[in-house]
């Protein structure tokens, strides 16, 4: 096991311009897919925009899901019909999409077909979760 871990030291002293330039290249993957999906936007900044209407919400939760608790004004468009959906969305082309779900397993996923598309996306930093975990309010029931 030592002998190993050695072998790892040795290689990255040897191999510090490779390991640097991967580390570079991973660095700008993972900013350039965080962007496409729609960076993340905090909640205080969701409720300056919602309250100047300057977005809307769309929640791509399951709908049992949106209808036991979602943010008032939220449209449900679960991620799994999106694709087949976004033609709703198109009255809203002008304003910002701001995603959210759960905790953020599936707005990434969304935000990269609605950006595709040309939507300004946006996803909810920490989803449900987090606007819940700062007591925020929650309206049950379908909206339409």
Do not use: C
Request: proline share 2%; charged share 20%; net charge positive.
């Amino acid at each position: 096991m030592s002998t190993y871990i050695l072998d790892i030291f040795v290689f990255v002293s040897e191999q510090w311009l490779l390991i640097s330039a991967f580390l570079i290249l991973l660095f700008i993957f993972l900013s350039k897919e965080r962007s496409n999906s729609g960076k993340p936007l905090a909640t205080s900044e969701l409720v300056a925009l919602m309250n100047a209407d300057q977005a809307i919400l769309v929640d791509v939760r399951a709908s049992a899901e949106f209808q036991a608790g979602h943010i008032h004004g939220a449209f449900n468009i679960p991620h799994t019909k999106i694709n087949g959906r976004v033609s709703e969305l198109e009255k809203h082309r002008q304003k910002l999409i701001v995603l959210v779900d759960q905790m953020g397993q599936h707005a990434g996923s969304a935000g990269k077909l609605l950006t595709k598309d040309g939507f300004n996306v946006r996803r909810l930093k920490g989803g449900m979760s987090e606007w819940q975990h700062q007591s925020m309010p929650v309206v049950q029931g379908q909206k339409n």
